[in-house]
């Protein structure tokens, strides 16, 4: 007798335009406006931005400057992290009601196991819809979804009907649903690694599927065994619910460029006691130290340290941070500082999402 395959129902639930969103729902003047969170048009970077406003191509980690260029109509408005913090809260709690099984990745998208639920629903279709009207009606704010047999094709499928739309990749469906994407859709996949992947003629996942085990590995090491699954469909990652961080960090970018290490050393005191609080808040300590500089002209420069042993106190982490710095001259001004803490005392290591600071 042939055994049944049974397959798992993940969720992958995404916020549309979550900061933007937020910030229109709560000011209806900015309603179908192009908007920016975080930055402005003379310093900072984007953090988020509505949909009217990608239209002009203005995206997140855009310099301030450069979206108001793409945009000239572009409003700025300073983030408020409290209150997305507050809205994610309520979505999550909707979340809990179907599932205890939600790992959240950032403030506005999560994975959700739904393949035994506490509505006794056999179909994540159908969860999915509930949930994103649930979020509609009772926070106000749209969400797109995407369904399937594993968190990877989940989180590839949510980014296809957005924005307020969800996609469903049944089982018999993956591989071919996998073939047909371009390559620079595989979550995953950044920019350098798409352009390396072109060089080699691979363009769509069907292109990636007909490269062997040993191609792969050749060309992208311990990668390229993932590719190799991946494409497949083969991903066999579980929803966490707890996550503990891998890293932790604190980061500034300044009003006006640093070309004085010792108004940098000033800048770094601040950005070591904000660590420190994190570090506090989570009850976590970490060996290796490693200081962010983003230049003037936007080129980024990372330098890190590993004690031998375990810190979280804010002295330290300046200390190392100083020996960091002035470790080489700097070739630009300096338009951002950033402290992380890795190596961390926790035994199973993931990612935490953290906020960056802006200065206005």
């Known amino acids: ?49 509505s949909y009217e406003a990608r239209k002009f191509g203005v995206r997140s980690a855009m310099s301030g400057i450069q979206a108001k260029r793409n945009c000239p109509d572009l409003i700025f408005v300073r983030p408020r992290f409290d ?6 809260k309520k979505i999550r709690k909707i979340f809990h009601e179907y599932t205890d099984l939600v790992e959240p990745l950032s403030l506005d998208e999560a994975y959700l196991d739904v393949t035994q639920n506490k509505k006794g629903n056999p179909s994540a ?20 979804a ?3 047999v594993n968190k990877f094709v989940a989180k590839i499928a949510s980014d296809y009907n957005k924005p307020n739309g969800q996609k469903t990749v049944n089982p018999e469906e993956v591989e071919s649903f996998l073939e047909n994407l371009d390559i620079k859709k595989f979550y995953g996949i950044g920019k350098v690694t798409t352009e390396r992947m072109y ?3 691979i363009f769509t996942g069907k292109d990636l599927k007909s490269k062997s085990a ?40 300044f009003n006006e460029n640093l070309t004085s290490e010792i108004f940098m050393v000033e800048k770094l005191e601040r950005i070591a006691n904000e660590l420190e609080n994190r570090l506090k808040k989570y009850n976590i300590s970490g060996k290796t130290v490693t200081l962010k500089i983003k230049y003037s002209d936007f080129t980024t420069q990372t330098r890190s340290k590993t004690l031998p042993y375990f810190i979280s106190d804010k002295g330290l982490l300046l200390e190392t941070a100083k ?3 002035f470790q080489e001259r700097m070739k630009e001004s300096v338009r951002l500082l950033g402290i992380s803490l890795n190596n961390l005392n926790t035994e199973i290591k993931k990612t935490v999402v953290v906020q ?5």
């Open 356 to 360: 960056l600071k802006f200065e206005f």
């Open 199 to 201: 060089h080699l003629g």
């Open 323 to 325: 020996e960091l710095l």
């Open 214 to 253: 040993e191609f792969l590995e050749e060309h992208f090491s311990k990668s390229g065994l993932h590719f190799y699954n991946i494409v497949r469909g083969i991903h066999n990652s579980a929803v966490k619910p707890n996550r503990i961080a891998k890293s932790v960090a604190a980061e500034h970018t």
């Open 125 to 144: 279709t159908l969860i999915a819809q509930e949930i994103r009207q649930r979020i509609f009606e009772e926070v106000g704010l749209t969400a797109s």
């Open 146 to 148: 995407g369904i399937s």
């Open 1 to 49: 007798m042939e055994s049944e395959v049974t397959y798992r129902k993940i969720i992958h639930i995404d916020m549309d335009a979550f900061y933007a969103s937020v910030e229109q729902m709560d000011n209806p003047e900015l309603k179908g406006k192009p908007l920016a969170v975080g930055g402005s048009e003379v310093r900072g970077v984007v953090s988020a931005a």
């Open 83 to 88: 209150r997305y913090k507050e809205i994610s």
